[in-house]
């Protein structure tokens, strides 16, 4: 038998795991068409079915089952493999870039960058801020060394993770919305009367899913600046990190909101943020002190 590549792994241990083309597809950022094309190939390729659909579930064969164990064994093995070959070369990165999660507080995020300009004074740095999907989705598609992960917080097998801290949130709405005025705690059905403004999504990463979505009416804006500005503005209530609204509390501009609401959806309780990188793919000598300075300056 032919040799199978290390994609055509990827893709039948992605569909095994989410359970479908669709699902693999959006876990692995291609295209269903791509990934559906993959899996057939490496059938062809062997000689026997990999999987069989019944009703609109996808399932192993038992050939599949029983390969499985080594395909994953196996991606695991070249990703050790291309992880150490790349850290014996201990080369300073000409540019180090990184995307953030926008839950990250900037404060502690410009402290650590202070230091980096003096620690490695010819590394050139780039840093995106991201939200949901696209700030794992930077790295994924290799603009990025290593993401703060935090509204969307899982990430494929191919990826290394690791907790780095926690962002308090809370329910907030402008002092000129109705919401302002009405007594504590709120319920949900008072809540579900308003609209509540959510962040979009601009990868698929996210599709099919729902962070702090809690009421049947809302708006999705392009960012959390955005969405900040629109509280403001009393057009609708909203989570956001308190570290971002502390001063528009002591202002008078936004009002915290308590409520009693049961089995809330994820997104309203503290965010963990979390360091991401694909294992066949690690930072460098500077990527390594960022990460390490993040999880210090988070610390303290």
Known sequence: MRDVSLERLRAFVAVAEQGGLSAAGRFLGKAQSAVSESIAATEGQL????????????????????????????????????????????????????????????????????????????????????????????????????AVIGTLPDAPAEFYTAPLCEVPMCLVVGSAHPLAQTSEPVSRETLCQHNQLIISDKTSRSSGRSFGVFSEKFWRVADLGSKLEFLRAGLGWGLMPEHLVEDDFRTGRLLRKRTEVENLPDGWMPIPLSIAYKRARPPGPAGKWMIENLRFECKT
Do not use: C
């Not at 150490?84 to 995020?109: C, Y």
């Open 47 to 146: 000689g026997y079915l990999l999987f069989r659909k019944i009703g609109r579930r996808t399932e192993l064969t038992d050939h599949g089952v029983a390969l499985l164990p080594e395909a994953k064994a196996a991606l695991e093995a070249a990703d050790a493999f291309k992880a150490k070959a790349a850290n014996f070369q201990g080369i300073v990165e000409a540019e180090l870039s990184f995307a953030v999660d926008v839950m990250l507080p900037t404060s502690r995020l410009t402290a650590v960058i202070n230091r980096f300009q003096r620690e490695f004074p010819h590394t050139a740095l780039s840093v995106y801020s991201e939200s949901l999907g696209s700030t794992l989705q930077s790295v994924w598609d290799n603009q990025a060394s290593f």
